[in-house]
């Protein structure tokens, strides 16, 4: 406001200077005629919103539009130095208000400070224009305070708008934290936070899933874990009871013998899924092939007792670096499920094994036309403690595992830099399939 206030006073400034210029040249031109002289000032005083006085060199005031200084003697600095041929201004305090002041001189030889004949003196009140500048002033204050004030409060609503899910977000987290898996918030806005909302929605879904694995997980080993034991509490118990016969002492040790391999072999499984994880593979190159005849001959017994038929397709011969027993063990598990999820509704259960070799991978299928998988359990069955809770599963007795058996099979494949993947249609039958890179 300041720097706008200053520039104002020198645009009046060059203003009058014209005024007093265009004033020197009709009073030299016209100096005879004291009239119009008079008149053309007062004019040119009204027009300007000044006092316009002209004087001769002796400082005498010959022309005043105000009329009350004539042949009145005037000096100041001003005066003084346009007679001298320079034009001058100032700014004066008088009786509390501001005035500006200019003069300049009239010389009939155009030449500087040569024939001054007199001096245009020019002083005009600054006062209506500062006042200008001052409502200015304050009309921008408030205008700038009142746009301030709706700025912060459109700020602070918008802030609370981003903020609103962020802050249930972070209750959401807590609540999860605190043990409410599987919470679930609403959705709100789209974007970024959106985006945020439903990986949260997603991972607590999640969260809550592995949860109910590992209960479920937990409480089916606690149960083959209790079957052999009650087992052979049994078995103890009837032993104590009277006088037996040497024959049924052997008889029944015998049971708890293997009730007891039943048991560590249990133990096993579960210490190799768990240790899985920090094997180290010895790797050597083999024939593929030939590794799938060795598990396919293994697996054939068991197959041919639960009427399932196993087909060998195409096989191709791939040499490849691998561990062979750790493969032979993916395997074993892979063939073991295809006849243990077969369809006992249908005519004829297969398996059927094929082995192509393309320029960049081999790949090796493992198709049965079992049960099938339902589309929603496909993602979470290399998860480990996975068993599909379904009663079409439960319907068919004998059917038992502990859910970790696709869990090593992934683990073993990846560690090895290979890929498995499944494809699977309920009721129809599951396709695992195993990508080798060459
Ligand atoms: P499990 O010990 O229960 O067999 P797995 O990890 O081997 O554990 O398999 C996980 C789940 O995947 C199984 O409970 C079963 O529901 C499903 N599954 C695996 N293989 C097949 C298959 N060939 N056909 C149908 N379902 C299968």
Redesign the pocket.
Known sequence: MNKYEELRIRNEEIRLFQTANIVADIYRANQEDIILINTMVKSYGRQADARILILNSQKKVVVDSFNSYVNKVVDNEEIRNSLEGKSKSATYMLGGKKVLQLSVPISFDMEEGKGIEGVVLISASLDKMISDVRSLKNTLISVSAISLSVSLFLTIMAANRLTRPIRSLSNAVERLSSGNLGYQMNKQGSGEIGKLIESFNEMSGKLKMIENNRKHFISSISHELKTPLTAIRILIDSLSLGENRMETYKEFLEDIREETIRMSQLVDYLLKSIKLEDVSLDMKVEDMAEILEDVVKLIKPYAQKNDVLIYMERIDRLSIKCDKNKVKEALM??F???V???DPYKEENNLVISMKKFTTEGVLT?E?N????KED?LYS??D?G???L?SS?NMISE???????????KNIIEKHGWKIS?E?TYGK??K?IINIPL
Do not use: E, P
């Open positions: 598990n892979l073991d499920n295809a243990k999820y077969k493992i049965d079992g049960i099938g998988i359990d069955i290399f480990r996975f068993r599909v379904d599963i059917v038992n595992g502990y859910g970790i058996g696709l869990s090593i099979v499944v699977s039958g599951t695992f």
